[in-house]
């Protein structure tokens, strides 16, 4: 299952000039006797919604848990399996906060993400897909109080290309590891995602600073019966929205980005 949400749709220019859209990436489920496959999403609650409430959706890709989530109308069972046909983003790496070996400290393990690192910005700088990247940018909460604590910022061991800054102040720059400026984001993130780029490739912006909103008129949604009904009350809602947007074909400059899934 793709981790990353893949690009779904595509421009592209016919042979007479005509620019015409195209599905790319797209993910086919089917089950066996079960023709009629309506995929869906994952809503706030972590339960499938439809996107057409008059017809309710049997499967949705969970892409943050890199899972598909089958509904009761799917028709899929513990003998019937689905057949689930996807494309793999090349651009993301597995790591885990928890140690293979026992008994690990976390200096040792995190020193272990920094080796990960160097590995992934090498690996950018051959293909001519990517370019050497200059920056990591995560959870301010991770990168805090794991990626800082890794053995290569001691001092006594500290290689020449690796700084910790000891005066985090009002910056969202921790430090270097091999000319990659470490930052930290107490920005919408997902919790548990570093992404690694050249500055200039992705942008970072806030349509909706944090603020209470309300009130707001109480709903009652279900997204399997596709019932989205309002009930009596008022709520208030804490809102921030931002987003970031990295572009998936490059500009001029041939800039693309990666991305570090982080596992318990």
Do not use: C
């Amino acid at each position: 299952m793709p981790i990353v949400v893949p690009t779904t749709e595509a421009k592209r220019i016919q042979y007479t000039g005509v620019p015409v859209n195209t599905s790319v990436n797209t993910i086919l489920l089917t089950v066996a006797g079960f023709p009629n496959q309506t995929e869906g999403f994952i809503d706030g609650n972590g339960e499938i919604a439809s996107y057409d409430p008059a017809i309710p959706a049997t499967w949705a890709p969970n892409h943050e848990a890199g899972e598909i989530v089958l509904a009761e109308d799917s028709g899929a069972t513990d003998l019937l399996f689905p057949v689930i046909t996807y494309s793999v983003p090349s651009n993301f790496e597995y790591f885990s906060l928890t140690p293979d070996i026992i008994g690990t400290d976390t200096a040792t393990h995190a020193q272990f993400f920094l080796q990960i690192l160097r590995g992934i910005a090498g690996g950018m700088a051959k293909s001519p897909r990517f370019r050497y990247p200059d920056f990591i940018v995560g959870p301010e909460d991770l990168m805090l109080s794991f990626i800082s604590a890794a053995k290569e910022f001691e001092k006594r061991i500290s290689p020449t290309d690796s700084v910790l800054y000891e005066q985090y102040g009002p910056t969202d720059f921790l430090g270097t590891v091999a000319g990659i400026a470490i930052l930290k984001s107490n920005g919408n993130l997902p919790p548990n995602r570093i992404l690694v780029g050249q500055t200039g490739s992705t942008y970072f912006g806030i349509s909706h600073i944090f603020g209470l909103t309300g009130p707001n008129m109480m709903w009652y949604t279900d997204g399997n019966a596709g019932i989205v009904e309002q009930v009596a009350g008022e709520q208030y809602n804490w809102k921030q929205l931002d987003v970031f947007a990295t572009p998936k074909f490059p500009d001029f400059r041939n800039f693309q980005y990666y991305t570090i899934k982080i596992v318990p």
